[in-house]
């Protein structure tokens, strides 16, 4: 037994002092990508201001963190300038444009969250079914997906729109099924390397059901790159929105969908310019912490960009020093 | 089992958000739209503050120069047959017409007419095109006389060098009328089935006239549509191509030749110098036209990049229909550019109105006591706010006109004072009581189709909060066009519907379409016997004394007003703009019944451009 | 590797017939019928009831048959009403309902137009998103690699409609300047037209850019995570050659699939900027015929498109079959 070296109890080691994954995730986020933390709390900040808009669904209306409803007019304050009444001024039909952007906030809040949801919900089945079951099913599957691709985005939310009529929800339905079947193509190739390994054909050996391995088995197993679609796709999902209501299509007045506004803001751009100002902010703002926070996350947990050392090891977190016995 | 704690932790966040998701669109659902005021800003004023146009020029015109202009919509139909006369744009410019709009009575001459409005149609005010002149010896027949040594405009095209500037025909002209009254899918035959199947064109080559007649009943569809809405053109052409959809195919008498068209892109003319009209008036008198050498017509669909372009002279002249105080503020309210521009304003004479079913016996609306409450509920003058102002409030049957229509018009003030207790809502009272007179003391509900953009949803929206006060509960339906011009055309809204209709143009008022008949325009389905008298007597005047059947459509509008069959709505201001480089225009829309071709006319300083703006 | 090539191509038939018939019923299904539009537009003052008039549209657009037939006429299997054919098979692709112009010309003259705008935006994407990219790959984590990403973010997250409209709005006020709103075609002034391209494209593309610097970095970040590139770091190569010589050329494979997905851009447009530059083109044609429920052309310029991005898909699986063998076998 040399001098100078600590013994270190393997077992401990092994067993390690290892939180629960998300914790463990969170922490790695805060410690280790700043950029990301700010994402998330962007993140978070949206989604506060979304869900305490007003406190109607609680059924308080009453207290609310927007100053006015986003439709409350002022007669003779129209395209007034940001003032001690109205922080962010007010639009061209007389209403408060801070009340308007909070607003906004839940309807981007709802769209992205609505969206995503009905999107990982549409990758996973799809994904799934086709990679796993593969064969004549995956062939047929993937057609239809191949046909679904082939039309441009804006011609399945204008039709399907034009079919439902405009609305938030119509909005969210569209959005999540068109994300919904061009990002199962991800998954499907998530699960087919997934299938790949020995352990799912050893599952399939002890005669496990279809069903079972798929939900127990693989579906663990592509978490990663289902929670980094589900993030990004958030933040998709609040831009395109915006530019289809931008485009007339989307969310009808007198909702306020932070593209619509800047449509309207457009025609007093020169004399108002603050009133495209804000939504454009919060547009970019929003989007820019999503993004920043799905990019970290992937980071973190794409398996893929695990391993490696040295330089390219991805964390800052370097090999603990061995303390050389030292004389 | 930490893996199962972070499977449930995203599952429950998963859940939560659908929750939130599906509980959302109510939350957001909730409209309190309510008006306030605030202490110390007040209502903004109505004055409409526009530096006059210039009076006529007393400068000799120069030639020269590219005049610019910009359309909000591709440019659809070269064949009036094909597509209505309204979009052909182009045919202004190459076609002409048997009759059209007198210049030398506009502000350039005599100053009777204004020519601002695009549905002017009085034949009185008329001179010649590609007829010198013209008779009517009876209702029922009219003869055109018609020009000599005019010649159609060569170019290097195909169809040009087929008819290769030869002279214009009398068989021409009867070629063309017939064949707008006998092509199948034609305007005419969809439009006008009564006119096109019962009208009979002769022509006589010795007398160089041509002779319409038509049966008495389509007299006034006659006298209305075809000495200035028909377009002549070469039968060769349209015996070797079809018809003359294919621009290239551009042949005509007009005082422009088309040259090039990009489709949502621009279009081209170039001066068409064998072109046989002369200035009529002015310094300028006997002038061979155009003076321009050529034009373009930009097509730009976006209006704040039409009125960027404006604002630094990449177009000459501002003037369509979207041209309102929303869309211009800007430059209206910049004193440093209004000093260098002209503008005149108007009041567009198809303006929009709530009509409802007054035809329906269960309807609430078929009583006249319903009717005029909801009006007196509205607050109809907080709606001219939306335009800052600049709106009129009585637009409806008929819109504050220009000086040709002045007979028309009812002024405000000159109505009874009943009536002008209608538009100086709310008095919720005064509602209340009528609408318990009527037998609805707690008032019904309604449902409202509407166009969805931003103004019809706010004005809605307005209405709705009005009508609210009075027990009246309006539900606001938003629809696409699409989906809302189909209810508008197929006209089978509801007992209890409200519906966004527009009303036919000034130029139509002896047809008093707005008021009665079966067309989309009666959206209020009325059915009135004065009404009934009023057009039997306005028949006997038609095309033979325009004084008399304006004066009988001004005294039955109180009448009508009183009825309240429509509710209408605020018009704005419209306006035209242009540089100070366009001479010899005075804010013209039309010279007579569509017809865009007034370009001809005017002529461009070239140095003042260059001054102005340095190219 | 021939019957590879040979099913994937009858696959792309299937999809083909597929879309169509997609194409054809999904555009029927939105309310709002076009015989009633037209009947607005042609109504125009006239008397008659309206009816009358819905019938006599009806009848002269040829929808009055059932929407199979509408369907075989469209492909050009059974003569249209006058007897003549004209559709798929034709090569015409239909005669659109409002204008009776030929499809394809429409289509035709607008291609280029999606075309140019498409290779600038790519062009612009690619030479913003590579060096970002690679840089933020190489030097993971460090403040190089979070202002580089920021800015690819920010890219995307700035409205580019929002940017595009302020190009037109300020510059007239300040300078008294706008881009240009007449189109001029390439082969007639070839400096106008690049002028009028330039600003829409680089916009166009740099909101691009923010997706493909994602792929690009972390493409990167996969391949230096490999075993050779620890082994050529460990041979002591300096860091250029490490990354040029055998980083970077491992990863420029997956890049064909980047630019493989950016394509659908080169022939759909973007609706946005063609809108706000006044541009002619593709997108604005899908958006235009779609308000005016023109069946015939909104049919055509899906197919146009479907096969245009089924056959850039094709070429991309083949570049990469022949790139990488394994997949040949599956």
């Known amino acids: 037994m040399a001098e100078g070296i600590k013994e270190v109890d393997l077992g401990t080691l092994a067993k390690?002092?290892?939180?629960?994954?998300?914790?463990?995730?969170l922490v790695r986020l805060v410690r280790e990508k700043p950029l990301g933390t700010v994402g998330a709390v962007i993140v978070l900040l949206l989604l506060l201001v979304g869900i305490f808009a007003d406190l109607s669904w609680l059924g308080l209306p009453n207290i609310s963190l927007a100053p006015y409803g986003y439709n409350d007019v002022w007669v003779g304050a129209k395209t007034a300038p940001p003032s001690a009444q109205f922080w962010m001024g007010t639009d061209n039909v007389g209403r408060d444009e801070l009340s308007r952007i909070i607003y906004g906030a839940r309807i981007s809040m709802f769209v992205g969250l609505g969206v995503s949801t009905i999107g990982i919900i549409l990758n996973v089945i799809i994904g799934l079914v086709s990679g796993f079951v593969g064969g004549k099913t995956d062939l047929i599957i993937q057609r239809f997906v191949d046909a679904w691709m082939c039309f441009p985005g804006i011609f399945i939310i204008l039709t399907i729109m034009g079919i439902l009529g405009p609305g938030v929800l119509q909005m969210i339905i569209v959005l999540g099924v068109l994300y919904g079947i061009t990002g199962s193509r991800t998954i499907r190739s998530a699960v087919i390397s997934v299938k790949q390994n020995v352990y799912i054909e050893a599952v399939r050996s002890i005669g496990c059901p279809v069903w079972r391995i798929m939900l127990r088995h693989i579906l663990p197993n592509i978490m990663a790159p289902l929670i980094i679609i589900f993030t990004v796709s958030i933040g998709g999902a609040i831009l395109v929105e915006s530019q289809i209501s931008f485009l007339g299509y989307g969310i009808p007045p007198p909702f306020p969908s932070w593209g619509g506004m800047i449509s309207q803001a457009r025609l007093d751009m020169l004399s108002a310019p603050w009133l495209a100002l804000w939504p454009g902010l919060a547009l970019a703002f929003v989007v820019y912490g999503i993004n920043m926070f799905g990019d970290a996350l992937r980071d973190l947990l794409d398996p893929r960009l695990r391993g490696g050392l040295g330089r390219y090891s991805g964390t800052k977190k370097k090999m603990p020093k061995q303390k050389a016995a030292k004389k | 089992m930490k893996k199962k704690i972070g499977w449930l932790l995203f599952s429950l966040l998963l859940i939560t958000a659908m929750v939130l998701t599906s509980c959302g669109p109510q939350i957001v659902t909730t409209t309190k739209g309510e008006t306030k005021t605030i202490k110390g800003i007040t209502t903004i004023g109505q004055t409409v503050n526009i530096t006059p146009p210039p009076p006529p020029e007393s400068v000799k015109p120069q030639y020269g120069g590219t005049y610019r202009v910009a359309l909000a919509t591709d440019i659809l139909y070269f064949d009036d047959t094909v597509g209505t006369n309204v979009y052909c744009v182009s045919l202004g410019y190459t076609?002409?017409?048997?009759?059209?709009?007198?210049?030398?009575?506009?502000?350039?001459?005599?100053?009777?007419?204004?020519?601002?409005?695009?549905?002017?149609?009085?034949?009185?005010?008329?001179?010649?095109?590609?007829?010198?002149?013209?008779?009517?010896p009876q209702q029922g027949t009219i003869i055109f006389h018609i020009r000599k040594g005019v010649h159609w405009a060569k170019s290097n095209s195909d169809a040009g060098l087929l008819v290769n500037g030869r002279e214009v025909t009398v068989d021409d002209v009867v070629f063309s009328l017939n064949r707008a009254f006998t092509t199948k899918g034609g305007y005419f035959m969809t439009s006008y089935p009564g006119l096109a199947k019962g009208a009979v064109v002769t022509g006589d080559s010795t007398a160089w006239t041509v002779k319409v007649e038509c049966p008495v009943s389509e007299w006034v569809n006659c006298i209305n549509l075809v000495p200035d809405f028909l377009y002549i053109v070469p039968p060769e052409v349209v015996n070797k191509y079809g018809n003359m959809q294919d621009w290239k195919n551009s042949v005509g008498t007009g005082p422009f030749i088309l040259t090039n068209f990009v489709s949502n892109g621009t279009a081209s003319y170039i001066r068409n110098p064998n072109y046989w009209g002369t200035n009529p008036v002015g310094p300028g008198k006997g002038d061979q036209l155009p003076y321009v050498d050529a034009v373009q017509q930009l097509i730009i669909p976006d209006a704040s990049t039409r009125v960027s372009a404006f604002r630094i002279g990449k177009i000459d002249l501002m003037g369509d229909t979207t041209v309102n105080r929303i869309l211009v503020g800007d430059i209206l309210d910049d004193a440093t550019l209004m000093s260098k521009l002209n503008v005149k304003s108007y009041i567009y004479d198809s303006c929009y109105t709530l009509a409802m079913r007054t035809d329906k016996a269960e309807s609430p609306f078929s009583k006249k006591d319903v009717r005029q409450a909801i009006m007196l509920a509205l607050n109809l003058n907080a709606i001219k706010n939306y335009y800052k102002g600049y709106a009129e409030l009585v637009v409806w049957p008929i819109a504050p006109p220009p000086k040709e229509y002045a007979g028309l018009y009812v002024p405000f003030e000159e109505l009874p004072a009943n009536v002008q207790a209608l538009y100086k809502g709310p008095n919720v009272e005064a509602a209340k009581a009528l609408l318990t007179k009527a037998g609805y003391p707690t008032g019904f509900d309604v449902n409202l189709i509407t166009y969805n953009t931003p103004v019809f949803m706010d004005i809605s929206s307005s209405f709705q909060a009005d009508l609210a006060k009075v027990g009246i509960k309006l539900t606001i339906d938003g629809k696409d066009n699409a989906t809302w011009t189909g209810r508008y055309i197929s006209?089978?809204?509801?007992?209890?519907?409200?519906?966004?209709?527009?009303?036919?143009?000034?130029?139509?008022?002896?047809?008093?379409?707005?008021?009665?008949g079966t067309s989309t325009y009666n959206g209020s389905y009325i059915n009135d016997p004065v009404v009934e008298t009023a057009y039997t007597e306005m028949m006997q005047y038609v095309g033979i004394d325009e004084a008399k059947c304006q004066q009988i459509e001004h005294d039955l509008i109180p009448y009508l007003l009183e009825q309240a069959y429509v509710i209408p709505v605020p018009a704005a201001y419209l306006y035209k703009l242009w540089w100070p480089w366009v001479k010899n225009y005075n804010g013209e829309g039309s010279l007579g019944y569509y017809n865009v071709g007034y370009q001809k006319y005017f002529w461009l300083d070239l140095d003042l451009r260059k001054e102005m703006i340095g190219h | 590797m021939q019957a590879y090539i040979i099913r994937r191509f009858m696959l792309i038939f299937i999809t083909l017939f597929l879309v169509t018939i997609i194409a054809f019923l999904s555009v029927r299904f939105i309310p709002g019928s076009l015989i009633d539009l037209m009947v607005a537009d042609r109504y125009r003052e006239s008397t008659i009831s309206s009816e009358e008039m819905l019938a006599s549209v009806k009848e002269q657009l040829g929808l009055d048959v059932p929407v199979w037939e509408q369907y075989v006429r469209w492909l050009g299997a059974w003569p249209q009403k006058d007897g003549s054919f004209s559709g798929v098979l034709e090569g015409d692709l239909g005669k659109s309902l409002w204008t009776a112009r030929i499809t394809r010309d429409e289509i035709l003259q607008r291609v280029p137009i999606s075309l140019e705008l498409g290779i600038i935006a790519i062009i612009t994407a690619l030479l913003v998103a590579f060096p970002i990219g690679i840089y933020s790959a190489i030097r993971q984590d460090t403040m190089g690699d979070y202002l580089g990403r920021s800015f690819a973010i920010l890219c995307i997250a700035v409205p580019g409609f929002w940017l595009a409209t302020m190009t037109y709005i300020y510059p007239a006020k300040w300078f008294n300047w706008t881009p240009a709103v007449i189109y001029y075609p390439i082969t007639e002034n070839f400096w106008a037209n690049l002028g009028q391209f330039i600003i829409p494209g680089v916009l166009m593309g740099m909101a691009m850019s923010g997706t493909t610097m994602r792929m690009t970095r972390t493409m990167m970040l996969e391949v230096l995570r490999q075993d050779y590139i620890r082994t050529a770091w460990s041979k002591g190569l300096r860091e250029r050659v490490v990354v040029v010589k055998h980083a970077l050329k491992n990863a420029l494979i997956p890049i064909v699939t980047i630019i493989g997905l950016q394509l659908p851009v080169l022939i759909g447009g973007s609706v946005i900027m063609e809108q706000i530059f006044v541009l002619p083109g593709m997108g604005r044609l899908m958006l235009d015929a779609l308000s005016a429920r023109d069946y015939p052309v909104v049919s055509g310029v899906n197919l146009v498109m479907a096969t245009v991005i089924l056959l850039a898909n094709f070429l991309v699986d083949m570049t990469y079959a022949w790139l990488d063998p394994r997949i040949r076998y599956r």
């Open chain 1, 16 to 25: 390690g002092k290892r939180l629960p994954f998300l914790v463990d995730v």
């Open chain 2, 95 to 136: 076609q002409e017409e048997l009759l059209m709009g007198d210049w030398a009575k506009g502000i350039a001459g005599t100053g009777e007419a204004e020519w601002m409005l695009v549905g002017t149609n009085r034949l009185d005010q008329k001179t010649g095109s590609l007829a010198e002149s013209w008779e009517i």
């Open chain 2, 491 to 516: 006209r089978n809204y509801g007992a209890n519907e409200f519906l966004w209709t527009s009303n036919a143009g000034i130029g139509t008022y002896t047809r008093m379409i707005n008021f009665r």
